[in-house]
C-alpha cells in the first residue's frame, strides 16, 4: 500500500526529483567522461607504442656509425638507422625520413607506406590541416612527390622540431617518411644536410649507461643529441595531459560527492520534516520501522540509481569525447574508441544509492526511534522569539527572528553555495591561471630572439653568449622540465647575480626562479640533484637567491660554471640571445626562437584545457543553479503553511516577498560574497596537486574582473530562480494551513 504514493510523489515533487537526477547525471557525467576518455586514449596509445616496438630511446652521432661497429653491440641492445633530414616541403618544413624495418614503425590511417621512389607519407594532422590526402601531390625539397598514405608516427605523438620546443605547429613543422631507395636519392643530393640518428631497444638488462658509452665512444664521433623515451616530450606530454584531466576530475568529484551527501541529506531532512505526522501515525498504526525506511528510502535511492545509469551515459555520449578533442587535435596518435573501464561502471552503479542509503537510513533511524507522539509533535526551540527589536518596522523584526528561528537552514543554504562555488572556481581557476601565466611571461623576457648555435664562432653585434640546457628535477608526482641558463655577469636579459663562483665539492651554487622555488618547495641554501634528460649524469645544486623569472622552472648560474660544469672546459656557449635577428649566414644556427613562441606554448596549453574548462565550468554552473534551486524550494516548502496563514490575515503578496524571499535575498548575497574568497582559498590549496606533472608554475590567481564575472552570473541565477519563487509563492492557497490543522 505505501509504495502507491510512488507515483504521486513524482508527479508533487518532480522538480526536486529532476534536479537531483542532474547533479548526478552532469556532474558524474563529466568525471566518468573525462576519465573514461584519457583512459581509452592512454591503452590506445600504449598499444601503439607496442605494435610499433617503440625504442627505449635516440642517439645522434655527427658520423654514420659502420655496421661492424654496430654489430657488436647485437647481443646488448638492438641498434637500427634512423637517419633524417629537415626538407622545405610545399607548406612549411617535413622531417624526412627513411622507411622504419622494425623499431618505431608508422601507424598506417589512411593508404599504405610508399613503395615507389616517388612517394611519401605524411603525418596526418598535417596532411588534415593543409588539405593532402592520398593521391595528393607534394613538393619536399626539389621533388615532386605523390601522398601514398597519413598516419603517425610512435616517436613523434607530439610533433616537436626540438625535444625543447615550446610547442607544436604541425600545419608547419611535421614528419614524413619516403622508401629506402628514395631517401639514399636524398643523401646523395644532400650528404650535408643528413642527421645520422639511430633507434635503440635495450637487451639483458642493459642501461642507458652503456647505450650512451656505446654511441660517445664511437671512433672519431661525437654523440650530439642523447634521449631515452621515458624523458622524450615527444612521447610522454600526451600522459601528462592526460594526466592533468583526470586531476580536475578527480578533485571535482571529490567535491560533487560533498555536494550530493549534503543535497541529498537536505532533502530527506525536509521531507521528514514535511511528513512527520505521516510517519508518526503509520508508526503508531503498527507499521514497523524497517518497512518505513524502506518505503521513504525507496524513490529517492531509484532516482539516484537513475542518476548514476544517466552519468554513464552522459559521460560515454558527451563528455568523453568532449574532454579528449582537445588532446587528439593536438597530439598525433590512432583514433580510438571510449569504453567505460568497469571500475567507472561499478562506481556510478553503486556509490550514489549508496550513499543516499547510508544518509537516509541514519536519519530515519533517529526520527523513527521516537514515540509517535514525538515524531508528530517534535520540541521546537524558538531562537528568535526572546529577540528586543523595537524601533524596527513590523516586517523587519517579523523577519529577523524568521531568520534566527531557521538559522540552522541559513546555515545550510550558506553552505550549499559555498560547495558549489568551489566547483565554479576549480574550473575558472584553470583558466584564468594560464591567462596570468601569459601575462607573466609577457613582463618577464627581455630578450626578442635565442639562437641554438654550434662551435665558438664569432659573436655578432648585439648578441650575447650564453649556455642554455635542459635538465630534469624529480618532482612529487612526474620528472620536471627545468632550464639551466648559464649567462654572462652583468646580462643585459637577465636579473640574477651570475658572479662565477666555481663549484665547491661538486656542488655549484645556482640563482633560483621563484617559479621553480614556489613550485617544489625550494629554499635559500637547499642543495637539490638534477639530470641531463637522458637521465644518467646527474648534478647537485645549491640555491643562492630566489629571483622573480616566471618562464617555465628555471635555475641561473655563471656561462663559465655552466660549461665546466655540463661539458667539463670554460669558455663554451651553445646559445646567443639578442635584440634584433642576426644574420643567419654568420654562425652556424641549429635552431631559432623568439619570444613570442613562450606565449605561443601558453596558448598551445590553453587551448589544449580548453573544453575540459568549458566541461567543468558549465557542470558547475548547472550543479551551482540546481543546487540553489532545491536549497529556495526546500525554504519555500517548509514555509508553506506559514505563507498561507499570512494571506489569510490580509498580507500582500509583495509583503509576503518582501518577508521570505528578501530575508533569503540577503542570505544569497551574504553567502556568495563569502564563497568566492573562501572558495579560492580551497583550489589554491588543491592547486599544487592539479598541476603538479606541469613544468611551469600556475598560479589560480583570479583576478578582480574574473570575481566580477562569476558574481554577475551567480547573482543573474538568483534573479531568475527569485523570479521563479515569486510565482511559486503566489500559488500558495489560503487553504493549505487547512490541511495541517490538529
Known amino acids: 500500500m505505501l509504495y502507491k504514493r510512488y507515483k504521486r510523489d513524482i508527479r508533487h515533487n518532480f522538480g526536486m526529483y529532476l534536479a537531483i537526477f542532474i547533479i548526478l547525471a552532469i556532474g558524474l557525467g563529466t568525471v566518468f567522461g573525462g576519465n573514461a576518455g584519457d583512459d581509452s586514449m592512454i591503452q590506445t596509445v600504449e598499444q601503439f607504442f607496442d605494435d610499433a616496438s617503440l625504442c627505449d630511446g635516440s642517439a645522434a652521432v655527427l658520423y654514420p656509425l659502420s655496421e661492424d661497429y654496430i654489430e657488436k653491440s647485437s647481443d646488448r641492445f638492438l641498434v637500427e638507422e ?76 607530439y610533433v616537436l622540431k626540438r625535444i625543447n620546443d615550446m610547442s607544436s605547429h604541425t600545419a608547419s613543422f611535421s614528419t614524413a617518411i619516403v622508401s629506402e631507395d628514395a631517401f639514399s636519392e636524398i643523401k646523395e643530393e644532400f650528404p650535408e644536410k643528413i642527421i645520422a640518428n639511430y633507434f635503440f631497444i635495450l637487451k639483458n638488462n642493459e642501461t642507458s649507461e652503456s647505450v650512451k658509452e656505446f654511441f660517445s665512444s664511437a671512433e672519431n664521433n661525437i654523440c650530439t643529441e642523447f634521449i631515452n623515451s621515458d624523458t622524450n616530450p615527444r612521447i610522454t606530454t600526451y600522459k601528462e595531459d592526460c594526466y592533468i584531466v583526470k586531476r580536475a576530475t578527480f578533485i571535482f568529484a571529490v567535491i560533487l560527492m560533498i555536494v550530493i551527501s549534503y543535497v541529498m541529506c537536505v532533502f530527506l531532512q525536509n521531507r521528514i520534516e514535511r511528513e512527520r505526522k505521516y510517519i508518526g501515525t503509520l508508526s503508531a498504526l503498527g507499521y514497523r520501522k524497517r518497512e518505513l525506511i524502506f518505503h521513504y528510502l525507496g524513490l529517492p535511492l531509484i532516482i539516484s540509481e537513475a542518476g548514476g545509469i544517466g552519468s554513464l551515459i552522459a559521460g560515454y555520449f558527451i563528455f568523453s569525447k568532449m574532454l579528449t578533442k582537445d588532446s587528439t587535435d593536438l597530439y598525433s596518435m590512432p ?83 559555498f560547495i558549489s562555488t568551489v566547483l565554479l572556481i576549480l574550473g575558472y581557476s584553470i583558466y584564468s591561471s594560464i591567462k596570468k601565466y601569459q601575462s607573466d611571461i609577457d613582463g618577464t623576457v627581455k630578450y626578442k630572439y635565442m ?24 618532482g612529487s608526482i612526474s620528472d620536471l622540465d627545468i632550464t639551466l641558463f648559464g649567462i654572462s655577469e652583468n646580462s643585459r636579459f637577465f636579473t640574477a647575480d651570475t658572479a662565477e663562483r666555481g663549484a665547491d665539492n661538486d656542488v655549484y651554487t645556482v640563482s633560483v626562479s621563484d617559479s621553480f622555488a614556489e613550485k617544489c618547495g625550494i629554499h635559500e641554501n637547499d642543495v637539490f640533484t638534477v639530470t641531463d634528460t637522458s637521465g644518467i649524469d646527474e648534478y647537485t645544486l645549491k640555491a643562492g637567491e630566489i629571483v622573480p623569472y616566471s618562464v617555465g622552472l628555471s635555475v641561473f648560474i655563471n656561462i663559465n660554471d655552466a660549461a665546466l660544469m655540463i661539458n667539463g672546459e670554460r669558455d663554451h656557449y651553445n646559445t646567443l640571445l639578442t635584440e634584433n635577428e642576426i644574420d643567419k649566414d654568420s654562425v652556424n644556427i641549429l635552431a631559432a626562437y623568439t619570444s613570442e613562441e613562450y606565449t605561443e606554448a601558453a596558448d598551445s596549453m590553453l587551448e589544449s584545457l580548453m573544453l575540459i574548462i568549458i566541461a567543468l565550468l558549465g557542470s558547475a554552473a548547472i550543479i551551482f543553479v540546481t543546487v540553489l534551486f532545491l536549497m529556495l524550494k526546500f525554504m519555500t516548502d517548509k514555509a508553506k503553511n506559514n505563507i498561507s496563514l499570512l494571506k489569510i490575515l490580509g498580507y500582500h503578496a509583495n509583503e509576503v516577498n518582501k518577508i521570505y524571499l528578501g530575508g533569503e535575498t540577503y542570505i544569497i548575497i551574504i553567502a556568495i560574497l563569502l564563497s568566492l574568497p573562501l572558495g579560492t582559498l580551497v583550489i589554491k590549496a588543491l592547486f599544487p596537486y592539479l598541476t603538479a606533472g606541469y613544468s611551469v608554475r600556475l598560479d589560480p590567481g583570479i583576478t578582480l574582473s574574473g570575481y566580477a564575472i562569476l558574481a554577475v552570473f551567480m547573482f543573474a541565477a538568483y534573479a531568475v530562480l527569485y523570479i521563479y519563487l515569486r510565482f511559486r509563492l503566489a500559488g500558495i492557497s489560503f487553504t493549505e494551513i487547512l490541511k495541517e490543522r490538529e
Open 82 to 157: 634512423a637517419f633524417y633530414t629537415d626538407m622545405e616541403a610545399s607548406v612549411g618544413t617535413l622531417r624526412v625520413f627513411g622507411s622504419r624495418k622494425t623499431i618505431n614503425t608508422p601507424y598506417v590511417e589512411n593508404g599504405r607506406l610508399p613503395e615507389g621512389d616517388n612517394e611519401i607519407f605524411l603525418e596526418k594532422h598535417y596532411a588534415e590541416l593543409n588539405g593532402y590526402t592520398c593521391g595528393s601531390s607534394i613538393i619536399a625539397g626539389e621533388k615532386k612527390y605523390t601522398v601514398s598514405g597519413t598516419g603517425c608516427l610512435p616517436d613523434y605523438v
Open 451 to 474: 639562437y641554438y648555435v654550434t662551435g665558438n664562432d664569432q659573436v655578432p653585434e648585439g648578441a650575447e653568449k650564453a649556455e642554455i640546457h635542459n635538465l630534469k628535477y624529480k
Open 335 to 417: 583514433d580510438f574508441k571510449v569504453s567505460m573501464p568497469l571500475y567507472i561502471i561499478l562506481f556510478a552503479i553503486i556509490v550514489p544509492p549508496l550513499i543516499m542509503l547510508v544518509i537516509g537510513t541514519f536519519m530515519l533511524t533517529r526520527k523513527i526511534a521516537s514515540t509517535p507522539n514525538e515524531i508528530i509533535k517534535p520540541k521546537h526551540r524558538a531562537l528568535g522569539t526572546k529577540l528586543k527589536l523595537s524601533g524596527l518596522s513590523y516586517i523587519t523584526r517579523y523577519r529577523t527572528r524568521q531568520f534566527f528561528k531557521e538559522l540552522t537552514g541559513n546555515v545550510v543554504m550558506i553552505f550549499g553555495v
